[in-house]
């Protein structure tokens, strides 16, 4: 290949921070941790399917014509509609742009944002989908941590301090991915206030805020807005189907024009037939109680994960607990490296997989955690991998030394 020719963007010899999601493992006995699947036997298909017949029928061949940059007016109401009730942003079907999962409208932010080398701070750790969209940008990174409660916000106004040029803040406020923690009320009001004062804008992205298992999903950090600094990003791929390819995003004035700009230059519009198809499936169901369904199933799995990581796992190994979304991340001894104990062992040995830390730090730097995603599988399956995952975690910590 003529890799002389590729741009610096895709540069072959870092891999993509998605690289790696789905393992090779053709063992029957083969659990998968990694991806962020949602659990395919809950999909409504057969609602979906009448859904498409639907829109087909009443939109005819129009339906299939171009249409809008910014997507179905009709499902872009129901949406803005839906995050007024659950997260109080004020906001309308022109402000809502419908894009290609919720990935797509990350990348269109950075798009819309970054010159080479421009400062971006995210949490860590992050979505390595963010990273893998960011690094096309070739921005220069500022990490900053998390806390039990959301984003360290001292340690954020320290960067700005030092930084003041950083320019986007990447947050997932509700049941983070990859570590379930979700940020406090307060902080999403004083993180705004932070935006303001020191000029940058708040790429909020919250794909899980519905699937909280012990509360009713938080004001959004849009809902504090006040100068049109945040973009509001969600996606239907986790309370219905990930196969719509279906995202979103909430964006004011020239912000939204510049990102609508950039999403022509891409592909024109989205996917009109898919999207007639969801709207006709949200005016024929209850999309509400069927995210209620998900939540009860999901949360029985993610029991099943904390009780088989407490009963399988030594106790030199740290571990959160969800109350909602799809991930729990691991925090293993610091001499014990996830990604070649992936490798050597789990994979190999256990037929586990998940998806090792240095994929979601920026600079690749921190080895010794580790994401599981509990939501594709079921509780029995879950139980048997972490016996499993938990004896080479255990063998792993005893020798006391790097698995290399
Ligand atoms: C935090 C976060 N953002 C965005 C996405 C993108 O999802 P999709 O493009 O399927 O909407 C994911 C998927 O795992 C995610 O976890």
Redesign the pocket.
Known sequence: MRQDLFAQRVNPDVPSALSGLFSPDDDPRALSFA??SPREDLFPVAAMQTAFHTAIAAGGAHLFQYQTAQGNPALRAKLAARIGKWGQVATTADNVVL????????ELVAKALLNVGDEVAVEVPT?I??LAAFDLYQPTYHAVPLQADGLDLNRLEDTLKRHPKIKLLYT?PDY???TGITMSMAKRQQLVELANRYNFIILE????RDLGYTHAPLPAIKHFDTEGRVVF??????ILM?GL???WLVADDDLLTAILRGRMASDLEANNVVHAAINAYLEANDLDAHVAALRASYRGQCSALVQALTTYFPDEVAFTHPDGG??DWVTLPQNVDAAALLTQAAIPQAHVSYVSSTNFYPARDVHNSLRLCFTGLTPAEIDAGMRRLGAVVKAAVREGRPVV
Not at 99 to 106: D, E, F, K, Y
């Open positions: 991806a962020g894009t290609v999962g919720g990935q797509q409208a990350i979505y989908g963010a997932v983070h991915n990859p992205d919250s794909p899980y990003v969600s996606s239907l791929s986790k990930p390819r279906t995202g799809f991930f």
